[in-house]
Each structure stands twice: as C-alpha cells, then as structure tokens.
C-alpha cells in the first residue's frame, strides 16, 4: 500500500496545481465578465461536457482493463475512431437543428451553437489522452496533461478578457484552449494512427470485447454528465442567467476538492484495483482503506465549507457574487458524498456490473428533474435537489462496497 500511497501522492501534486488555476483564475474572470455572460457560458458549457460523453461511446473506460502495451493502444485508437465518426452524426443533429428552429438555442449566439461540435471534440480527446496516461501509471505525464488543460482557457480567458468581454469570447478562448492542449499531449504520449487490416481486425475484436461499455456505461455515464450539468441548466432556465452563473461559480469552487484529491485517488485506484481484481477477484481491503480517507477528506472539507464559506466567496469575488456562498452552505453535504463516492465508483467498471450503475443513474436523474422542478422558489428548488443527491449518494457507497467483495 506504501506504493499505492505514493503514487497518489505524484498525482495530487499535479492536480492541486490543475484544480487550484481555474478557481484563482476565476478571481480574476468574475470580474472581467458579467454573471448573465457567465451562466449562459457555463450553460453552454453544459451542453458540451454531456456531448463529450456521447463521443466516446464510454469505450475510453475500458482503457485500464486492457494489457499494458499494443492492446491498450489499439483500445486509444478504437477510441479516436469512436469520437471522430460520433462527432459527424452530432454534427448533423446540431445543424439539423438550428436550420428546423432558430429558437432551439434560445438566447445563445450563432457563433456559440457553431463551437459545441469542434469543443466537444477536443474536450473528448483532452479526456482520452488523461484516462490513457492514468492507464499506463504515466503520473508525470497525467499531471502535465492536467495543468496545460486546465491553464490554457483559464489564461486565454483572463488575457482576452481584457480587451472584449462577453459569452462568446469565453467560449472560444475555451475551444482555443482544449486544441492547444490535445496538442500538447498528443506531443507528449504520440501515437501511430495505423489501420492496417491487422490492425482493425485487433479494433473490431476491441468493441465486441468491451460491448458492455457502449450498452451500460454510455446511458449510465451520460445520465450522469447531464445530472451533474442540469442543474445550471435548469436554473438558467428557469431563474435567469444571473443566478445560473451564481451558481456555476458555486459549484465549481466546491467541486475543486473533488478534482485535486478526488481524481488524484482515482487514477490510481482504478489501476491498484483493477490489479488487484485480476489476482484476487475481489478489491475489498484497498476500497476500505482509500474510503477511510476519502471520509477523513470530506469531513475536512465541511469544517471548511461551514467556518469561511460565506466569507470566501464574498472576499474573493466581489459582493455580486456573495450569494455564492450561501449556496455552497446549501449544497455542502451533496458535494461532501460525492469527494467519497465518484472514486470509489470505479469498481462497478472493474467487476463489470455497469448495469447496476445504469440502474442507479436512472434514478439520480429522476431525483435531480424532480427536485429542481417541483418547486417554484430556487432556494427550495436548490435544498430539494441537494437532500436528493446526497440520498442517493449513500445509495451509491452501499451499491460500490458490496460489489467489491469477492463472491463464490
């Protein structure tokens, strides 16, 4: 476990850094651009983070059970091919549907509608090269992957920012920004795009292989992309622009601890699990380890939340966006389950039961729609959803820690 520990730690390095730029960038964001440009971008935004899910098929899951070596890399290559041919049909929905209805995209730009398809793209490689690098324990590789993606927006942003301000310039700096990376790390970790008839036998053999993933892991994982997204969505919608970028700030600050210990424990988990899975059949004692400090990291997090929450928010971005924080104090036990869950929810790849991850998605979205719906105040609307997710967070620790036991 001392080599498991310590590889967490090489990748927390590299994620504190890659978490903790977007959110001093966002300093000094709040303050070059409106609420109403941020919540349309963080809506937008919305759009394409569930669409890169539909990229991938969620073949890229997949990635950490295959052999090190070729077949892992023709596994990457099954995977470009996925989001190249998924992009081309997506692409032909979005312009079928701007052509059918103008109104479709209600109050978004011409511009933003023409970037979700290419932004799409790149945020759907930017995630395959991190979840390769992961695969392959390359923890230096991940880090840097990690900090040029998650600075070049931010930089981009701020430094436009500048000289024009508005929804649209968020949104191609951000597009700008994910090229730039997926070149950087297609220039760290290259790869051969070779379909040799050799080759795309060993493809074909891939997605039969790993059918289960398209099946179970596509609607499960983009149920949960768009629960996770709805709620700024949703209150875009329904209250405003204003507050839906109130809220977007709120929760990427509070989903900051998810990224740097989080995904630093997950990276390596899924890699030590699924090893240990292989030998054993079972991957009980390093879940109940890595769930001891993941609770001791959350229970961390609410001390903090609860004494300078209200206070962070007011100081750090400015009285416009001091609402924030009571938001945070709102959503605090949601995002307290999900620093513990969203790791540990790699297990249900490992033992191969996405089915019940499906089953269990189906139901957090109907708990997320219901909740942000069923009441006509956003601060009831909010604390229904926040009791709602936590619900089914706990759900989710019983499901994950029984699957990881060993069964005859």
Not at 55 to 65: E, G, T, W
Not at 88 to 100: E, G, H, K, T
Not at 324 to 352: D, H, K, N, Q
Request: proline share 3%.
């Amino acid at each position: 476990m001392n080599k498991y520990w310590k590889s967490v730690g090489a990748v927390f390095s590299g994620a504190v850094i890659a978490q903790l730029i977007p959110i001093l960038g966002s300093l000094l964001i709040v303050r070059l651009y409106t609420t109403t440009s941020f919540g349309l971008y963080s809506a937008w935004l919305a759009i394409v983070y569930i669409l890169a899910v539909i990229l991938s098929l969620r073949f890229d899951h997949a990635l950490v059970i295959e052999p090190d070596g070729k077949k892992r890399e023709v596994a990457v290559v099954a995977v470009i091919i996925n989001i190249i041919l998924t992009a081309a049909l997506v692409c032909i929905v979005l312009a079928f549907l701007v052509i059918w209805n103008l109104d479709f995209f209600g109050e978004y730009p011409f511009s933003m509608i023409v970037m979700i398809g290419p932004t799409s793209i790149f945020l759907a490689l930017n995630i395959l090269w991190q979840g390769w690098a992961a695969a392959d324990g390359e923890y230096r590789n991940l880090n840097y992957f990690r900090i040029v993606f998650a600075s070049t927006s931010v930089a981009l942003q701020i430094s436009v920012g500048f000289l024009s301000s508005s929804e649209t310039i968020l949104s191609v700096t951000h597009l700008t920004g994910l090229f730039l990376s997926f070149l950087f790390a297609f220039y760290l970790k290259p790869i051969s795009f070779n379909l040799s008839g050799e080759r795309f036998i060993d493809i074909l053999a891939f997605w039969k292989r790993r059918i289960k993933f398209l099946i179970y892991s596509l609607p499960a994982d983009l149920i949960n992309v768009s629960s996770a997204q709805l709620p700024v969505l949703i209150v875009t919608s329904r209250f405003g622009p204003e507050v839906g970028g109130v809220l977007a700030l709120t929760m990427r600050v509070l989903g900051a601890p998810i990224g740097i210990l989080g995904k630093a424990v997950l990276d390596v988990f899924k890699r030590y699990a699924a090893q240990e899975y292989q030998e054993t059949k079972q991957c009980r004692s390093i879940y109940i380890k890595t769930f001891k400090t993941l609770t001791a990291g959350s229970l961390f997090f609410c001390v903090c939340v609860w004494l300078i929450g209200e206070q962070f928010f007011r100081y750090s971005f400015g009285q416009d966006w001091a609402d924030a924080g009571v938001y945070a104090m709102w959503l605090m036990p949601m995002f307290a389950l999900r620093f513990i869950a969203s790791p540990l929810s790699y297990t249900i790849y490992i033992v191969e039961k996405q089915s019940f991850d499906l089953m269990w998605q189906v139901g957090l979205l109907v708990v997320t729609i219901v909740s942000l719906f069923i009441f006509g105040e956003f601060r009831d609307a909010i604390l229904s959803y926040s009791v709602g997710y936590s619900m089914m967070y706990f759900i989710y620790l019983f499901m994950t820690f029984s699957l990881s036991k060993k069964y005859e």
